[in-house]
């Protein structure tokens, strides 16, 4: 049986021919049913297995045709918020095989082999995922440079914009923008990390209306955008004359010269170094902590850098530092320097700015999900053209899982049938309390921590599930749930 949700998220796919339309949401429920079980598994028999892999193969079949009824289905549920964050990241997919090489995958750094993903996420101001508005996968089937960190920062002086790898914060830029202009109701506020602290961003147009947009009745950019800096850029200032002059500051000690505007206390995500010889100060390891912020903002021009075929304009911007104040001994101080078109006028303006840039770790929950729940490097695909398909279906069981943990959160007191099925949290509540379900239908967040509960999560005060024991419920959830429908009290069986 495919799963109401899946129909509706796939509803308008056209993939050029009838029967790999009819697949592809059959495919969805199967792999959203079981998204860590190998696609055999999952597809629960030879038919439906070879069907899967035979619609994975159809060069008809790609990353982005699988993507675009999803993108349709994103674009709605932004058009039902006021304040929706746009949220870009990159991914590496470590695709190497000990025993056989796929075909077609190139390197990652020289010695794994993958691709890259790039993803832009819609989000509410509360985190709820609302599904993948854009999304790329880079193939370096060329291979990677191994010159000196020197002669590539020269390589890369010399080469357009439009040809590094970096021009993919632009574009998801610029369909953010789009999505903005398609939804003149909604604000929408582009995130990205530091990577996108690139000068063409922040010269980028963001209203190509020929109108504005007026709201309350004052002009409204179709679009804001937040970036952490990573760049101690230097800054200009303007004359009453009108003429530019060059600045002997630079960012940060011009914001670190303002006025402390408030003090938070932020917890300390613990992280994990990549390598065991990481030096740099952001991608060292490091343990959970609570810390005590201060948080200052200013409004600075930014002074345009040199480009050997372009010249850039100056940029009017507004920067909010946040900054610890007495860090653990031996640990490098937090410090967020977040660059943004944004208001910074008064203290809630720029507590929200921060809000915002806090949603910003979504995007790593769902690239978690999509790695360890959906397992998606562990696919057993020889070719990367087969791969990219899957990689896409998988985005948007990774989305599925996200929204259901999200919702208990964010809605508790919903009805529970706004994301499941009767026999669904039927089975589950008859497995979990071994008694029969209630006439009344349970709360959403009642629902989803039993799922999580199948899935390992052991109830605290004042705690939440997460995707990990989600993802892991559901699976047994959709099994209790075959069986709920086939030999429950709801069903009538016939007699031989």
């Not at 049986?1 to 592809?24: I, K």
């Not at 990159?90 to 691709?115: A, F, K, M, T, Y």
């Not at 003149?184 to 990205?192: E, L, S, Y």
């Not at 770790?361 to 020889?382: A, D, P, V, Y």
Request: net charge positive.
């Amino acid at each position: 049986m495919v799963a109401q949700w899946a129909q509706m998220e796939v509803a308008s796919v056209n993939l050029g021919d009838q029967r790999l339309n009819n697949r592809l949401p059959i495919l969805l429920s199967a792999l959203g049913d079981g998204p860590n079980l190998s696609i055999p598994a999952a597809c629960g028999g030879h038919a439906d297995t070879q069907a899967a892999y035979r619609f994975f193969d159809n060069p008809k079949v790609t990353f982005e045709q699988i993507l675009l009824p999803h993108h349709e289905q994103t674009l709605q549920r932004m058009s039902q918020q006021e304040v929706v964050l746009l949220v870009q990241d990159s991914s590496e997919i470590e695709l190497d095989r000990p025993n056989q090489e796929i075909v077609g995958v190139g390197e990652l750094d020289g010695s794994r082999r993958g691709v890259l993903l790039h993803e832009m996420h819609a989000f509410t101001v509360d985190g709820i995922p609302l599904g993948t508005l854009w999304a790329e996968c880079i193939n370096r089937t060329q291979g990677v440079s191994h010159e000196s960190a020197k002669q590539k920062r020269k390589q890369r002086q010399q080469k357009p914009l439009e040809e590094k790898e970096s021009q993919r914060w632009i574009t998801g830029l610029k369909h953010a923008t789009g999505a903005a202009l398609a939804l003149p109701k909604v604000q929408c506020v582009c995130i990205a990390d530091s990577e996108a602290d690139i000068y063409e961003w922040f010269a980028e147009p963001r209203n190509e209306s020929e109108e504005p947009l007026t709201r309350d009745g004052r002009d409204v950019p179709q679009l804001h955008w937040l970036v952490r800096a990573c760049q101690d850029r230097a800054l200009q200032i303007q004359t009453d004359g009108g003429k530019t002059e060059l600045c002997q500051r630079h960012l940060q000690e011009q914001v670190l010269a303002t006025p402390v505007l408030y003090e938070a206390d932020f917890l300390i995500r613990e992280r994990d170094a990549k390598t065991g010889v990481e030096r740099r100060s952001r991608r060292v390891a490091r343990e959970a902590r609570h810390a005590k912020v201060q948080v200052r903002a200013a409004t600075v021009t930014l002074r345009p850098p040199w480009r050997f075929d372009r010249k850039l304009p100056p940029v009017t911007v507004n920067v909010v530092l946040v900054s610890e104040i007495k860090p653990p001994k031996g640990e490098p101080p937090v410090q967020w320097v977040l660059v943004t078109t944004l208001p910074v006028n008064t203290p809630d303006q720029v507590r929200k700015i921060v809000e915002y840039y806090c949603v910003r770790w979504n995007i790593e929950i769902l690239f978690r999900t999509l790695k360890s729940g959906c397992r998606i490097e562990h696919r057993r695909f020889e070719h990367v053209d087969r791969i990219l398909p899957a990689m896409a279906l998988y985005l948007i069981v990774a989305w599925r899982t996200m929204f259901v943990c999200r919702m208990g959160r964010s809605c508790p007191d919903a009805d529970c049938e706004t994301i499941f099925e009767p026999g669904e949290w039927k089975a589950v509540w008859a497995a979990v309390h071994q008694k029969n379900p209630p006439k009344k239908k349970p709360r959403l967040r009642e629902i989803v921590h039993l799922i999580a509960r199948l899935g390992g999560y052991v109830e605290r005060p004042s705690s939440e599930p997460g995707a990990q024991t989600v993802w892991i419920g559901l699976q047994r959830m959709h099994d209790l749930a075959v069986a709920w429908k086939t030999f429950g009290p709801e069903t009538e069986m016939k007699s031989c």
